[in-house]
């Protein structure tokens, strides 16, 4: 065998690519209300309750009920993400990266899609006639860390069902429809709480025996969508967010974009590009809060 046969082979690599663990698809996207924007703002008109006035004479003046009118604005944001493939890239590897590469520009704009969404569920609205005013979360749709059953002691504690029922109770307090969609987003650790409340894995409370599938898919009215991107608050405790699906807005002015072009700048290498347009609002402060959860203790506290 020539000793030179070396100079015959290349390196060899899987010709199947695979994607490092992540996010892959916006999770929080089919939670909110979607409307399509044109513009970099757009302003959505909200009527208010009125209420109903007895007539108490024959012949009486019509009344005039002043309906109470607000808007809401959410205001476009645009993301960009771009990578290039060389020409020598495509010669030493077995594949084209240009595929993976747009999987990977989609998969890192549903995760900033999350995010703005996370933000603009507690952060601070833009409401009035030119949406200058601002409007901030309402801290009476904050369920405290403290929430358990009764009888057990007062440490702060992590996901309970008592917990999830006060959010719906919340909800419920403040006339939400009960036949809208409602969600509860929450995280792994706070996921393995709730998990581990014998309310939940009890068959009296749950037909769908989260303890053999290992995951909790509807609880209390809620959906349970399991996201890694919510917040913690200043005492460092993980905001379980929960919301009726008019209470959060999604806006899209272009939705994600990808394309694969040449560039004849970067001696015609291959640009993968994606882009999106995109905006997010709460809507209704009463539609929308969080579960204060003790990321350290199980859901009746730190018991150890």
């Not at 998969?107 to 933000?119: C, K, P, S, W």
């Not at 929430?147 to 909800?171: H, Q, T, Y």
């Not at 995951?215 to 009726?244: E, H, Y």
Request: proline share 3%; charged share 25%.
């Amino acid at each position: 065998m020539s000793v030179q046969i070396t100079t015959a082979m290349v390196e060899q690599y899987k010709s199947n690519v695979y994607h490092l663990t992540q996010q892959k698809t916006s999770k929080l996207r089919r939670a909110c209300r979607i409307e399509s924007v044109n513009g970099k703002n757009a302003f959505y008109e909200q009527i208010g309750s009125t209420a109903a006035r007895v007539r108490t004479s024959r012949h009486a003046d019509t009344p005039r009920m002043d309906t109470p009118h607000a808007r809401r604005r959410v205001s476009l944001q645009s993301y960009d993400w771009a990578d290039l493939i060389d020409q020598e890239d495509r010669v030493r590897m077995l594949i084209d990266p240009a595929s993976p590469y747009a999987e990977a520009a989609a998969m890192a704009m549903g995760r900033a899609m999350d995010e703005l969404i996370v933000a603009a569920a507690d952060g601070t609205a833009y409401t009035g006639v030119d949406g200058s005013t601002s409007t901030s979360y309402d801290a009476n749709m904050t369920v405290d860390v403290t929430v358990r059953w009764p009888g057990v002691s007062s440490d702060d504690c992590g996901l309970n069902v008592a917990k999830i029922l006060e959010a719906a109770e919340l909800l419920g307090q403040n006339d939400v429809d009960p036949d809208e969609e409602k969600s509860l987003v929450v995280n792994s650790r706070q996921i393995n709480s709730l998990l581990k409340d014998t309310k939940i894995s009890s068959a009296d409370f749950n037909a769908v025996k989260p303890l053999v599938s290992g995951q909790v898919s509807m609880f209390g009215g809620f959906t349970v969508i399991p996201c890694n991107r919510i917040g913690t608050d200043s005492n460092g405790d993980d905001k379980c967010l929960f919301w009726a699906k008019g209470g959060m807005l999604l806006g899209i002015g272009k939705d994600i974009t990808t394309r694969v072009t040449e560039r004849a700048d970067k001696n015609y290498s291959t640009q993968v590009f994606a882009s999106m347009d995109i905006g997010a609002t709460r809507m209704e402060e009463v539609r929308v809060g969080y579960i204060e959860c003790d990321p350290d203790g199980g859901p009746e506290g730190n018991l150890d």
